[in-house]
């Protein structure tokens, strides 16, 4: 008997999660209740200070624990929205590949010659999503074998071969300027094309630039590569799913045949990313330059750091290491935007690279952009996105002079040491509450134990939050976090 996986994007999944970390804090608040006092007699002494040792044990187990609950729920209600894992399957390969040894053998890929990927493709069949504004469909890829959701962005009054533009994509001229430039844009990880989608608020940030005519009428095309979960390859690998060719070989002359205006030509391509695809993009673009002309790195990093060539040998790193490959011999100009913020130390460690390359290869055109304010996240990103796509249509784009954060800023020291005191002041007055005897009513005592039991659970998130951002770097201010936690709510 077939049965559906459970769909951890579901608002009922994150309500299930939240009730249970609801009954694990009221469960948890009932072990702080008096365990007695020490007995004057020594005897007694000792069997009232293992008892009392042992409810603080336990306390501190399930204050833990009633923690860990809280984290699983903000987790979910932060998944719901960005769409990072759709099952419980998926979950499991992520720590699978966490923990385990990559395959290391990379296949010598190379695309047809120019004009044979148009031969006998049939443009993909493309509904429209009037909430997302986004064209979508699913795309079997004949030379990758894969099978995958595609999204695609494209101006208001735009759409694909035989489909009529709706009402939602608003009203415009009856013979717009053609579409000439199509950018292929791969998620990070974990992630996927809809969530990827839904952050970056295209319609309101993309079309008023074509409207202004500030860029030309620009396809932004989302695949989803996440593979169930497994940390994503941007390279074919052996026995792996081939994602570069379904990129280079399915997608991009499948998105010709529905939008035939877009010239195969590779001044008219572009490849970017986001954190994991931001560096998966200039290694696309350095071994198809003759598909994709220009690539756009927001958030990106130099080395590999998932997949198989995480794992691989010394030297197959060496040689994937984007600054590596952007150095060899070549015929056909490179040409690669890095985007990133000063908290970033990945994004900046590849920034001075690329910049470094741009004082010795003049004939290439590198350029880094830094900015003081912003993270690795979708708050920066969806600003650094227009500004790219200004920057390929030959507009300057420029870096922010380096200021120091205040001392209080979320990414800082200082907040950190705080929360983690308040914490640990938190917990020791919660598993002292075991030895005090009760001097107020039982419903008081059980209301303060409560609300003691609560406040120690979030100091202790806050702690976990505080901790993986300072090394990751998703949220740059007080206000970036609140604003993402209210974005979760809706």
Known sequence: MHTEPVNLMSGWV????????????????????????????????RTSFIRILRRQVTAFIALCITTSLMCTTFALLANRTMSFLRTPSEVVELVKNALGAGDTRVSAFAPPRQGEQDQHVDPPELAYDAQLHVWRGTLSGAQSGLTREVAVWAPPGYAPVGAIP????????????????????????VGTAIGTVQSLELTERIAPLVERGEIPPTLLIFPDLSMGGAEPDCVDVDGHPKTETFVVTDLVPAIRAAFPSIPYDPDHWAVGGFSSGAYCAPVIHVRHRDV????????????????????????????????????????????????????DRDAMTFGTALQKLARTQPNDTFVSVMKSEGAHGWTTWREDLP?????WSGREVQSDAPTAPPWWQITQTVPLIGSFSAWGIAMATSLMRVRMRMRTGRVRRAVTDFFLAALTCILGALVALLLVNNSEVFFYSWDDLWTNFLNFLH
């Not at 500004?387 to 920057?391: D, F, G, M």
């Open 292 to 343: 994709f002309g220009t690539a756009v790195a927001m958030g990106g990093y130099d080395t590999p750091e998932l997949g198989a060539l995480k794992n691989a040998d010394q030297a197959t790193r060496d040689a994937f290491t984007i600054s590596h490959l952007l150095a060899q011999p070549h015929d056909v100009p490179l040409r690669v935007l890095a985007m990133g913020v000063y908290a």
């Open 14 to 45: 994150v309500l299930f999660a939240g009730v249970l970390a609801l009954c694990a804090l009221i469960g948890t608040s009932t072990l702080l209740r008096p365990a007695g006092h020490l007995s004057p007699n020594r005897e007694g002494a």
């Open 387 to 391: 500004s790219a796509l200004k920057w």
């Open 166 to 189: 709706t009402a939602s994509q608003s009203d415009s001229a009856d013979t717009p300027i053609p579409l000439s430039r199509a950018i292929v844009l791969y998620h990070g990880y």
